[in-house]
């Protein structure tokens, strides 16, 4: 072990390791990335935590500079989860559910607890928490904070960050801070802190006043979006104040998450399941459009195009057998509602199905369970692509997760199948139609110098494509090391120097998962291509998107 290993197993509670087998599995996580760690711990508590920072604050003060990473089960796939300095990994002792209250539904949580696992518990009170993403079996909470993440039922429910009431975060040097929204009483108090808290609260204070046109502009025309800080929700017009956005979604560059409160809603099982074919994209558009504008939203408004139907059909010609078959149509949407009342539900489910009658005449309800988990398979087919293998190809996560306005989709899918042709690149999009929030994966092979090329050619174009037309580089994947570079493109000079100022006040020494979201470039991030992408950590799981 070295020096600084040694110092921190004698001080912390948790374990401490530097093992090359240890190190080689927390180097590579869902993304095409690699980076070796030089230590792994294990932090029993909070507290761990807390000595760790102030540990490296201390060493970053006499110009020694190791970085810490927070990780959760490792599913990102931007490269968040990587770091060249301390990984601190949280799913081995802090996965605990604090506490549960029943009457206001309030939950506090643990950032390494499975996401599923908190799910599962919820559902047994009759409450769940709406905005899991696809990878909740085996991924964490801390992880969602982190990444402000998303899923299917985002587009009646909203993000992560809609759902989180407080946070505990231990800063930069150690210190242990609690986020909730405060008065402006509270809010005085704050700025009136000789703290290393109280010099944040007055900087992020200032710079909010001061730049504040400029961080207006951020606002995009998008249902959703998790690329770069949020600024825009921390002070309201009544002076109210709040710096959870600000940490949800920061991927641990601000400061390390180490307690979760976290709001929940009312969990119906029943529910009503639509299952819509159309011929052409624009029909498809226009009919979502409708279907938001008029009423209430359904829980999940998801699709799947033809070419992700042709080609698990030919990787896997039963898997879909019975359910969809052959000549696809151009887009399947699944809707689906979950109002509580039947009265409510039945109401929402007759006005889309007359909205779809202007659209399509293929329409299939179910309300059975089993019928219902068999429409699914056609969204959840997507993980059939995702670990198959073309030879020595393999589905990259590199081009996915942009998200426009509703009213630009048949451009963005337009765009995306003219790109994906110009490199003569089979192509299959699956996604949430509801936000226009979609997902592709390229196969190509990284042991090849043309593929890897490959690689940035199709995320310059399909990310200046996303950013022409409105949109945001990532939906609810958020930026990691792979979006980060594009932050400058997607927000412009000046609003990009502000989340600089951002990373600086919260980290002024640069020991908060150095090289991801801010100051990340592409020539910094094409040495750390792995020559060969498997999904080996997820394995024991079905990969999901």
Not at 229 to 248: A, E, H, S, W
Not at 328 to 346: C, G, K, N, T
Not at 377 to 398: Q, V
Request: aromatic share 8%.
């Amino acid at each position: 072990m070295s020096k600084v290993a040694h110092y921190l197993q004698e001080h912390l509670t948790g374990e401490v390791m530097t093992s090359p087998d240890a190190r080689r599995y927390f180097a590579t996580d869902g993304s095409i990335f690699a980076l070796l760690p030089a230590i792994v711990v294990y932090p029993q508590n909070e507290n761990d935590i807390r000595k760790t920072a102030r540990f490296t604050w201390q060493l970053a003060e006499r110009g020694r500079i190791i970085p810490m990473t927070p990780r959760g089960a490792g599913t990102d796939q931007g490269g968040g989860a990587l770091g060249s300095g301390l990984m601190i990994a949280l799913t081995a002792h802090m996965n605990r559910i604090i506490e549960f209250d029943s009457k206001s539904g309030l939950v506090v949580v643990e950032p390494g607890l499975n996401y599923g696992k908190l799910q599962q518990t919820l559902h047994t009170h009759g409450r769940f928490l709406p905005p899991f993403p696809a990878s909740y079996e085996y991924s964490t909470i801390g992880g969602a904070v982190a990444n402000n993440a998303s899923g299917e039922k985002t587009v009646k429910y909203g993000s992560t960050l809609d759902f989180v009431r407080s946070l505990r975060v231990i800063l930069a040097n150690g210190e242990v801070i609690e986020t909730y929204r405060l008065s402006k009483r509270e809010l005085s108090k704050k700025l009136g802190l000789s703290t290393f808290e109280g010099e944040i609260y007055r900087a992020v204070d200032t710079l909010l006043d001061e730049q504040k046109n400029i961080i207006e502009d951020m606002a995009l025309k998008t249902t959703k979006n998790s690329a770069g800080y949020n600024l825009l929700d921390i002070k309201r017009k009544d002076g109210l104040f709040d710096l959870t956005p600000l940490f949800v979604g920061s991927q641990g560059t601000l400061g390390t998450i180490s307690e979760i409160t976290l709001e929940t809603a009312a969990y119906n099982p029943q529910t009503t399941l639509l299952a819509a074919q159309f011929e052409t994209i624009e029909d498809m558009q226009a009919a979502v459009m409708d279907i938001k504008s008029k009423g209430d939203s359904p829980s999940a408004l998801e699709m799947v195009d033809k070419h992700l139907l042709e080609m698990v059909e030919s990787i896997n010609p039963n898997q879909l057998k019975g359910i969809i078959d052959a000549p696809f149509p151009a887009v399947v949407l699944l809707i689906e509602f979950d109002d509580s009342s039947d009265r409510a539900q039945h109401k929402n489910v007759k006005r889309v199905k007359k909205i779809l009658e202007h659209y399509t005449s293929k329409v299939q309800e179910e309300t059975d369970p089993m019928q219902q988990e068999k429409l699914w398979k056609i969204r959840h087919a997507s993980a059939t692509l995702i670990s198959h293998s073309a030879g020595t190809k393999k589905a990259l996560p590199i081009i996915e997760d942009g998200v426009v306005p509703l009213d630009k989709f048949k451009e963005y899918l337009a765009g995306v199948y003219d790109i994906f042709a110009r490199h003569r690149l089979d192509v299959a999009v699956w996604g949430h139609a509801g936000d226009a929030n979609l997902h592709m994966q390229p196969y190509l092979d990284l042991a090849q110098v043309g593929d890897r090329q490959q690689v940035f050619s199709l995320m310059n174009e399909y990310y200046s494509l996303v950013i022409s037309l409105g949109g945001s580089t990532s939906g609810e994947h958020n930026d990691g090391r792979l979006r980060g570079p594009y932050l400058e493109q997607l927000y412009g000079q000046q609003l990009y120097a502000v989340f600089q100022k951002v990373k600086k006040i919260c980290d002024p020494y640069g020991t908060l998962n150095p090289g991801v979201k801010m100051d990340v470039s592409l020539d910094a991030i094409r040495p750390l291509v792995r020559t060969q992408f498997s999904m080996e950590h997820l394995y024991d799981h079905l990969p999901r998107s």
